[in-house]
C-alpha cells in the first residue's frame, strides 16, 4: 500500500514534524534517564497500525516500539489535536497544487466492525445486530474528503447529514458548495430543510422504491455518487478503518484525521512523480 511507501511517509513527516509541539528539555542531573523514543518512529508505528488493521502487539514486533509508548504519544498528539491540524494542512496543500472542486459534493455513510465496542459504536442492522461504528463522509469533485462525522452503527446516515455539513463549514469550505448529491436514504423531507436552511441551491437525492405490489425494479444509476462509494473504497484500504479496535470517539476520529491526511499525501505523490 503506497501510504506505507517510504516517499509518502517522509512527505508526510516533514508536514507531521512542523506541527508537533516542542517539549521542554529533560535535565535529568546524572543524564541517565531514559532518551525519548523519536516521534517519526512513533509515527510510523502509528500508521502501521492504522493501514494494517494489526493489533499492539503486532505493531511492537513491525516497529520495535512498546504498546505503552505508541498509546501514550498518541494521547499526546490527539491531546493538541495534531492529526485535525495535519488535514488541514494536508487540504491546503491539495488545493494548492490540484485543486478542490467544491461546487458539487457528495455524501453517504458506510458501516464498519468495532468488535471491541465502547464509545460510539451500537448494533450494526447490517452485520447481525454485532458490534459496529459508522462514518459519514462529504467528498469534493475529486473524491476528497473535506467533512466527516462518526456514530454508532445503527445511527441512520440522515441523521449525520448536519454534523458532516457543519464539520466542512468548520474547515471554511462551505462558502462554494452550490449542489449536493445524496443515495435514496437521504429521500425525506427533512434532508431538503436541512440543505435550505445550509443554503445548499440543488440536492439531486435518489427516489427511494415504491412499495406495493406492482412495483417494478428500476435501474437507478449512480450518477455522481460515484465519488464518494470510491472514497468509501479508499478507507476501507485501512484495517482499522474496517474493523477498528479502539474505544474511544476520539481515538477513531484521530485514525480518521491520519487516514485522510495519508489519502491526500498519496495523491500528491503521484501527481508530482
Sequence with gaps: MLALDPRVIDMAWEVLETLI????????????????????????????????????????RLCGIGETTLRTRRTEWLECGLFDEMVSVTLGLFDNEIGLDLEEIVIDGSSQKAPFGGQGTGPNPTDRAKSGWKW????EGNGIPIGWAI??????????????????????????????????????????????????????????????????????PLGQRWTVERTNSWFTDYGQMRRNTDRFIDQRLGQMALAIAMM??????????
Aim: charged share 30%; with cysteine; net charge neutral.
Design 151 to 220: 456514530d454508532g452503527a445503527n445511527r441512520h446516515d440522515s441523521k449525520l447529514l448536519t454534523p458532516t455539513l457543519l464539520d466542512i463549514v468548520k474547515r471554511d469550505l462551505f462558502d462554494e458548495v452550490t449542489t449536493i448529491y445524496l443515495d435514496r436514504g437521504y429521500d425525506t423531507g427533512v434532508t431538503l430543510d436541512v440543505c435550505a436552511d445550509m443554503g445548499i441551491e440543488v440536492a439531486v437525492i435518489a427516489e427511494r422504491r415504491k412499495q406495493g405490489t406492482e412495483t417494478k425494479k428500476v435501474f437507478e
Design 21 to 60: 509541539p516542542e517539549r521542554p528539555a529533560v535535565d535529568h542531573p546524572l543524564g541517565t534517564h531514559r532518551q525519548r523514543i523519536p516521534d517519526k518512529d512513533c509515527f510510523i508505528g502509528l500508521l502501521q497500525r492504522l493501514v494494517t488493521g494489526c493489533s499492539w502487539d503486532v505493531t511492537r
Design 264 to 273: 491526500i499525501f498519496v495523491k500528491l505523490f503521484k501527481h508530482n512523480r
Design 136 to 139: 459519514s463522509i462529504a467528498t
